[in-house]
């Protein structure tokens, strides 16, 4: 076995784990994104069965449900854009496993920098592997319509 059949059975696994953190990420955001999306119906609830006393330093009523409202729509938006990149972080992984698209997985990647640590660590791991010469091979090789490795894919399915 030469360097360069080592360097891609390295190349693979290390893609292998980048799609499975993809995916466990992906999912953990999608779980996030469910509780604010909760945390919104127990504000509008809130809103809903709100009374409000007689001498609330004299703020009118209106202007006391629209700061709710306010904090409603905010935390909707929120677990929205949370949904919608969790998809997109899910859907990294299934590029990262097909070698496809790897410009939409770096560009997803970066956002995640900001979630410390786990995300941090991933976001380096993912640009450190698919910035290798070698994983730019397996990217064109599969984009020219060649498979990768048949034996990769007998393993991992």
């Known amino acids: 076995m030469n360097t360069t ?8 696994e290390h893609l ?6 993809h ?21 509008k609830f809130m809103l809903s069965h709100l009374v409000m006393p007689q001498d609330a330093n004299n703020i009118p009523p209106e202007q006391f449900e629209m700061i709710f409202e ?10 929205t854009l949370g949904f919608i990149y969790g998809i997109s ?3 990294s992984g299934r590029y990262i496993k097909s070698r496809k698209n790897k410009l939409f997985s770096i560009l997803i990647s970066i956002p995640r920098i900001l979630l410390v640590p786990y995300g941090t660590i991933l976001t ?15 990217y064109s090789r599969t984009n020219n ?7 990769e894919n ?4």
């Open 5 to 12: 059949e080592k360097q891609e059975i390295i190349d693979t």
């Open 16 to 21: 292998h784990l980048l799609t499975l953190f």
């Open 23 to 43: 995916y466990i990420s992906g999912g953990l955001t999608l779980v996030m994104s469910t509780l604010f999306f909760a945390q919104t119906a127990i504000f």
């Open 70 to 79: 306010g904090m409603i729509w905010m935390v909707g938006i929120f677990a």
């Open 89 to 91: 972080e899910i859907l």
């Open 124 to 138: 380096i791991c993912t640009l450190i592997v698919l910035d290798r010469p070698s994983v730019k091979c397996l």
């Open 145 to 151: 319509g060649t498979r990768v490795n048949e034996a």
């Open 154 to 157: 007998e393993h991992w399915g």
